[in-house]
C-alpha cells in the first residue's frame, strides 16, 4: 500500500500563489495515478486536479483551470500542486490521493489511498 502526507497549507491572501506538497511512502508509486481533492466544511469531497502514473496526461477540474498546476517527481516519491491567483472559494483542506492504476479518474470513490489533509485558506 501507499502512505501519504500533505503539506504546504496555510493562511494566504486572494490572487496569492501556494505549492502544496505530497510525500508518498511505499511500493510501486511511479504505477499510480495520483490526484488532489478538496473538502470545505460541509460540503462534498470533490476533485481539483489529476496526473497520470508518468505525468504525461494532467486533468483539472474547471473551477482551478488555468490557475493550478499538478506535476509529479517519481524519483522523489512527490506530487505537488501549485496553485496561482487563489480565490476564497478555493478555500478548503486538501488531500492527496493515490489509485492503483496509470490513468486519471476523477471520483473520489476510485482512488485508493489518501492523506491526512492540509488546510488552504483564502483571505480577500
Known amino acids: 500500500q501507499v502512505q501519504l502526507v500533505e503539506s504546504g497549507g496555510g493562511l494566504v491572501q486572494a490572487g496569492d500563489s501556494l505549492r502544496l506538497s505530497c510525500a508518498a511512502s511505499g511500493r510501486t508509486f511511479s504505477s499510480y495515478a495520483m490526484g488532489w481533492f478538496r473538502q470545505a466544511p460541509g460540503k462534498e469531497r470533490e476533485f481539483v486536479a489529476g496526473?497520470?502514473?508518468?505525468?504525461?496526461?494532467?486533468t483539472y477540474a474547471d473551477s482551478v483551470k488555468g490557475r493550478f498546476t499538478i506535476f509529479r517527481d517519481n524519483a522523489k516519491n512527490m506530487v505537488y500542486l501549485l496553485m496561482s491567483s487563489l480565490k476564497p472559494e478555493d478555500t478548503a483542506v486538501y488531500y492527496c490521493?493515490?489509485?492503483?492504476?496509470?490513468?486519471?479518474?476523477?471520483?473520489?470513490?476510485?482512488?485508493?489511498?489518501w492523506g491526512q489533509g492540509t488546510q488552504v485558506t483564502v483571505s480577500s
Open positions: 496526473i497520470s502514473w508518468n505525468g504525461g496526461i494532467t
Open positions: 490521493a493515490a489509485r492503483r492504476g496509470l490513468r486519471i479518474e476523477v471520483i473520489v470513490h476510485e482512488y485508493d489511498y
